[in-house]
């Protein structure tokens, strides 16, 4: 490959990493919920009559709209439909978006509706995260092209087909990192702007300051002069600025929510003992989740014995997902014994949310403890959740030490185990540069599964080592195996060695 089909194929491949929403491994790892079906089924859509129908329809997007002169056909129900399954893109639930836009293509598959169904279901299903999901979305998109080859979506599947591939190949598909690496070669012709492009929603980061709508007819931040005000005062005299906040605080009248949330956040840029009793009592006693959010959240940057009590507390009564998950995050930042064992009590417990339970274990992942590695190991041995064995199996290649290598490779080789378990296990152990090339070279002799050779084909073409490209070398030349031979020989033409242009000519002059 010449440097700048090199560079081309990094760049596609970094761009569809980087326009992914944040997955496991980042700061919010976080695989979303299932997809579930519509509560109450085809009931709740007899429930909309043609006038509550209209009503709703007048909040629809342009975008909506668009869409909606693209392909109705003048069926109540598939307007239902498709208008819950982008309110519920909208507000991030999108397992729940995912089975609507299911259904709405299972009323009928050849209808021009199914292929935008398609992409808004495999976009939930690419935002929800995790491997089975975006596995889901790679096959929606497969369907839609196989399917609906004029679609006036196509252009937009083959953008979000990137992306989801990107984060496949990231955690290890060696089908969908061959896949990138031929867009990258490939000259993409530049395709005009369509006056009926659907813009994909977005959604707040949860937990964000400001995420939460402010009251109708109330001050938002940046037109509220007494929160420059407080922040002013903040500056120039805590004394006297840390009462007023804590009056803020205590206020419970409609308009105040927004001086609240502001106040915590000022709140908390002070190191103060009193700071911190006033972010304790927002825990326990504001109305706001937005507010209550925010005070765990920053209760993890200040070092009392107190703020670890109350999360432990909250870890057992708190109902709201948004809180716990900053319940969470905040104790992942309390260097002390105690958070630790609470963060591996929440990893341990069957019965706690997996959403919590996965967050717990990627924490302990970045605190690299021999403990925590033994932990995990024994979690993995007796779990089945398939989700949670995934984020063992992240959490464990982040601590790259001895024991987890030595994981890491016994279950990329043991025959009983999910093969799927197995690759990714192979992929983040190969991701580990202090680990010995030649253990995962001589894998390929020891492992007699298809996909889990072709696996180590590709984990060492990403290692930038003479012994990785020496048995690629040796594959592509003696491997009986005419599959094997082809996969070694794809992977040197992405090598910038100077012995595969003469490999290359040997095999043409064959």
Not at 298 to 304: A, C, P
């Amino acid at each position: 490959m010449t440097s700048s089909r090199f560079l081309r194929f990094t760049f596609v491949v970094g761009f569809a990493a980087l326009g992914a929403a944040p997955l496991a491994g980042q700061a919010s790892p976080a695989p979303a919920s299932a997809a579930r079906p519509v509560d109450g089924g085809s009931t709740q859509l007899g429930l909309m009559n043609p006038g509550a129908f209209e009503a709703e329809e007048a909040m629809w997007t342009d975008a909506d709209l668009l869409a909606r002169r693209r392909w109705s056909s003048g069926d109540q129900a598939s307007d239902s439909l498709y208008r819950l399954g982008r309110q519920a893109l909208n507000r991030g639930d999108f397992g729940r978006a995912a089975s609507l836009f299911q259904q709405l293509r299972e009323r009928d598959p050849r209808a021009r509706i199914a292929a935008d169904a398609l992409y808004w279901h495999a976009y939930a299903m690419y935002r929800a995260g995790g491997s089975g999901n975006l596995q889901n979305a790679l096959a929606s998109l497969t369907t839609l092209t196989s399917e609906h080859p004029r679609a006036a979506i196509s252009g937009d599947a083959r953008d979000l087909r990137i992306r989801v591939c990107g984060e496949l190949a990231r955690q290890g598909n060696e089908r969908c990192a061959a896949e990138i690496a031929a867009a990258a070669n490939a000259e993409r012709p530049e395709r005009p702007e369509r006056p009926d492009r659907v813009e994909r929603p977005e959604r707040p980061e949860r937990g964000d300051r400001g995420s939460a709508p402010v009251p109708q007819g109330c001050p938002d931040e940046d037109d509220d002069e007494r929160l420059a005000a407080l922040n002013a005062l903040l500056q120039m005299d805590a004394d006297r600025a840390l009462p007023l906040l804590e009056k803020t605080l205590q206020r419970r009248d409609r308009c105040s929510v927004t001086l609240r949330r502001k106040a915590i956040f000022l709140i908390a840029q002070k190191r103060d003992p009193r700071a911190a009793d006033m972010l304790l009592n927002a825990v326990r006693n504001d109305p706001d989740r937005e507010v209550r959010s925010q005070a765990v959240f920053w209760l993890g940057q200040i070092r009392d014995e107190r703020a670890t009590s109350i999360l432990e507390n909250l870890l057992r009564t708190e109902q709201d997902e948004a809180v716990l998950e900053k319940a969470i995050f905040a104790l992942s930042q309390q260097k002390s014994t105690r958070a630790a064992s609470i963060l591996r009590d929440i990893a341990l417990r069957d019965s706690a949310p997996t959403r919590l339970r996965e967050q717990a274990i990627f924490w302990l992942g970045q605190q690299r403890s021999g403990e925590n590695a033994e932990l995990l190991i024994g979690l993995f041995a007796r779990t089945s959740n398939e989700d949670i064995r995934d984020k063992i199996i992240f959490s464990l290649s982040q601590m790259r030490s001895p024991a987890t290598d030595k994981f890491m490779l016994d279950l990329a080789t043991d025959e009983k185990a999910d093969v799927e378990m197995r690759k990714k296990a192979l992929f983040w152990a190969g991701q580990n540069r202090s680990l010995n090339v030649a253990a995962i070279a001589a894998m390929y002799d020891r492992v007699t599964n298809q996909e889990m050779r072709e696996q180590v084909i590709f984990v060492l073409a990403q290692r930038r080592d003479p012994a990785a490209v020496d048995k690629i070398f040796d594959i592509a030349r003696n491997d009986r195996d005419k599959a094997m031979r082809s996969k070694a020989i794809f992977w040197l033409g992405q090598s910038r060695d100077p012995r595969v242009v003469k490999l290359l000519e040997e095999l043409l002059n064959k």
